[in-house]
């Protein structure tokens, strides 16, 4: 019988979600608000992983400040996440990207929105002035 995930898809849907076990209950760090771990994609070696992560809160300003928390705790993050991993060899070694895509649909779902309501007032507008035309 067929494996239907790999050795590594296994691996990353572990780590994410040991990881986000961590982060809402051992990390208390007031530089970092609601962090969500996204996705996580291990190396083929599994010596790296690189995990995405959104934020409450979006401010560039802000990104950048909980990035560099997440940065600096990151060891510790992995140590954690060593404890608990306890039937893994080797923790691999854990790199933090801001994971934008969330962000981005949101803006492009408004811009969207916006189109799709522009043109219904166009046609509203429209399909108005043509009856008033027809009455007179």
């Known amino acids: 019988m067929a494996r239907e995930f790999s050795r590594t898809q296994r691996v990353n849907q572990q780590i994410q979600r040991e ?15 609601m962090v969500t771990i996204n996705d996580v994609e291990t190396s083929r070696d599994l010596n790296y992983a690189k995990v995405f992560v959104t934020f409450l809160d979006n401010e560039p300003e ?6 560099d928390a997440l940065l600096e705790l990151a060891p510790y993050i992995r140590s954690l996440l060593a404890s608990s991993l306890r039937t893994m060899r080797a923790i691999p070694e854990l790199r933090f990207t801001y ?3 969330l962000v981005e649909g949101i803006r492009m779902t408004n ?3 916006k189109v799709v309501a522009d043109d219904k007032a166009k046609a509203e507008k429209h399909g108005t002035d043509e009856s008033e035309e027809g009455q007179e």
């Open 19 to 33: 990881l986000a076990m961590i982060m809402m209950r051992e990390i208390r760090d007031p530089r970092l608000g």
């Open 99 to 101: 994971d934008s895509s």
């Open 111 to 113: 811009v969207v929105n």
């Open 62 to 67: 802000q990104v950048k400040a909980q990035m």
